[in-house]
């Protein structure tokens, strides 16, 4: 289910991926479930502290933030802002 609603996200974003991070309301931690994903375990659960890297900073100002520093960006994170694991080729490593 996980994947065809990426999917679905991603197509109507005209995104060639798309991925889902959760964050509760009150909650420190910000989550990652994996599902049908060839490159990850049959649902895996990945958790971060909601406050790092520039998900983190877009999750406290509720604001969308437009990184065109990619990896030179000090507050990037590679675990959590690319969660998709996308190399500069836009390929899944």
């Known amino acids: 289910m996980q994947t065809i609603i990426e999917d679905k996200i991603a197509n109507i974003l005209g995104f060639e991926f798309s991925a889902i991070l959760i964050v509760q309301p009150g909650d420190e931690i910000l989550y990652r479930f994996y599902g049908d994903h060839h490159y990850k375990a049959q649902g895996e659960i990945i958790k971060f502290s909601r406050n790092i890297g520039i998900t983190g900073l877009c999750i406290g100002s509720k604001e969308t933030i ?13 675990d959590v802002d690319n969660v998709l694991a996308i190399d500069m080729n836009n390929s899944i490593v």
């Open 66 to 78: 437009v990184n065109n520093d990619g990896k030179d960006n000090k507050a990037y994170r590679g």
